[in-house]
């Protein structure tokens, strides 16, 4: 088993996956770690609590304010949460990005401050990579809560999506496609530099600690799935681990900055349910066809709505309440029996980054949720809309689930200025070199919209700064042919 390489990658979701390949298919020697399993099309089947086990993080909860708790949901397999996930493909606004500079001080390459803009080639690159295309193949559903819209005066739209022709609508994108038609870093980026042998991808691999010496990282310390230890030497290093799990891994590794793990956004999502005379099969559709813009900016409501879906029977019945809380008994049954005539809506709202990602001194990771008067303000209000969108749409009962947070970004921040952030403009550490972020974590606030494919175009930015290699870190090409 070889121990050097160029750059040792962590984590294979939409940061690491990128990240991985966009540098191997630049001539660079990458190894590509990956806590979970190596699971393909046909492993997915849509077996719900299977899936779980398989492709899920086991379900992290943190308290909330209000009673509330949070469930922190994410892939935890090659392709990370892009495996699991529906792939819904949205630019970031403008207007989040004006939101970084005042956050961390950060300027594009020439001092001005970031701008959507500079993020441009890499979102068409990926936008290539992935064939991101609209959805305008609405279903039933779609076409029920569409009315309430209407009749609320708001617009839903088609989204774009990195999907093919071979989606069936079948409803199975969060216990992985089973066609391959939802276009994973895993089935995209990872499998075609695999097919073409210039990529090392080791799954199963728990990484424990980057290698620090002095203020220079020199590789990471894992363990295999046979519980044997190892070690992989590397000219640079890419945390890519997601923005729940990169910050712990840093404090672990001894990184000395106090912002790890600070300003975490958790983008906190519910979905909120209605109940139609008629079978709507809000079950068997391409998640999420279509969305309303309309109160997606803080001084507009701060929230955007998606539809449709709704989650498989397990998670259903465990997650449904109203006013009066969780359902139980005769009502629960009575819900579930009516599985096929309830249509949800999924109500992302805006938050400010007030959480956190701890390591307590026993070691053990812990998440403080902090959401304020404003931002709760945004929950209720995407909350309120929803319920009266499916009232207009005919619905005869309105149920709702707890708080979820699906899009964690923040904890590790790009920055100018270091006392405000963990990474400087180009994902390199403040604090120890060699040390590179790539992912959600670097995003120094929080999205308005689904920021996978924002994360997919800061990684690819991020492999064409390696390969450049300005610092001197990486050793000669093997190849020079960048791929299509």
Known sequence: MRTEFDVVVVGSGAG????????????????????????????????????????????????APRGEMVAFLAGRCVGGTTTINTKVALRAHERDVAKWHPATGLTNDGKEPFAASDLGPYYDRVER??????????????????????????????????????????????????????????N??????????????????????????????????????????????????????????????????????????????????????????EPQDAHMVYPITAHCMQHQHDEDGGFVIEATTIQDPISFA????????????????????????????LSLANDDNNSAVVVDESGAERFDVDLRPNELERVDAGLRFSREVLEA??????????????????????????????????????DVKRLFVGDASLVPRTLSVNPSLTIMALATRLAEHLDADPGGYLGPRAATAVPA
């Not at 990282?217 to 990169?246: K, S």
């Not at 009066?324 to 049954?333: D, E, I, M, Q």
């Not at 749409?393 to 979820?404: D, E, I, M, S």
């Open 129 to 186: 990579v992935l064939g991101v295309r609209e959805r305008a193949d609405w279903q039933k559903s779609v076409f029920t809560v569409d009315a309430g819209f209407r009749a609320l005066g708001a617009e839903l739209e088609p989204v774009s999506s990195y999907t093919d022709a071979n989606c069936t609508s079948c409803g199975s994108c969060i216990q992985g496609c089973p066609t391959n038609a939802g276009k994973s870093t895993m």
């Open 16 to 63: 690491g996956g990128v990240v991985a390949a966009e540098l191997a298919g630049r001539g660079r020697d990458v190894l590509l770690l990956e806590c979970g399993p190596h699971l393909r099309a046909p492993d997915f089947t849509r077996w719900e609590a299977k899936a779980a086990h398989d492709l899920f993080w086991p379900l992290r909860l943190a308290p």
């Open 318 to 345: 465990t997650t449904l309440c109203d006013d009066g809380g969780p359902l139980w008994g005769p009502r629960l049954v009575e819900a579930v029996r009516g599985f096929r005539r309830w249509i949800g809506l």
């Open 188 to 277: 995209t980026y990872i499998a075609d530099a695999l097919a073409r042998g210039i990529l090392e991808l080791r799954a199963h691999a728990q990484v424990e600690r980057v290698l620090v010496d002095g203020s220079v990282a020199t590789g990471v310390e894992y363990v295999d799935g046979a519980g044997e230890r190892h070690t992989a030497r590397a000219g640079a290093v890419v945390v890519a681990a997601g923005a729940l799990n990169t910050p712990q891994l840093l404090i672990r590794s001894g990184v000395p900055n106090a912002s790890i793990g600070r300003y975490l956004g958790i983008h906190p999502i519910r979905l909120v349910y209605g109940l139609f005379d």
């Open 393 to 430: 749409a005919g619905a005869k009962q309105v149920y709702w689930t707890g708080l979820a947070s699906t899009h964690v970004q923040g904890t590790c921040r790009m920055g100018d200025d270091p006392a405000r952030s963990v990474v400087d403009r180009n994902g390199e550490s403040h």
